[in-house]
């Protein structure tokens, strides 16, 4: 699975001069299928922004970020099955 380090949206989200950013996938990088890796947050969505207008242009993607190869990278959510686990809590001797 490809990991990107940008989250722009698709180019047939952006609107007629909007100036589309474009990103490729690091060629170095790839996850192997089947292993797991930490989200740092909720999935976002992909978005962009205009210098020249301002605007802010939101895609219908969403993307996790996660840590990999000890980098933050991207991931599509709908590439990867998310699981929920209980948190880490240590406990203390008594």
């Not at 490729?24 to 978005?47: E, F, H, L, N």
Request: without cysteine.
């Amino acid at each position: 699975m490809a990991v990107y380090g940008p989250s722009y949206p698709d180019l047939s989200e952006y609107p007629a001069g909007f100036g589309a950013s474009t990103q490729a996938p690091p060629s170095m990088y790839t996850v192997p299928a089947g292993q797991s890796y930490v989200a740092t947050s909720q999935p976002a969505a992909t978005d962009d922004y205009s210098p020249s207008s301002g605007a802010v242009l939101i895609g219908a993607k969403k993307m996790y970020t996660i840590q990999y190869n000890h980098r933050l990278v991207l991931v599509y959510a709908a590439d990867v099955s998310a699981t929920k686990v209980a948190p880490y809590r240590e406990h203390s001797a008594r």
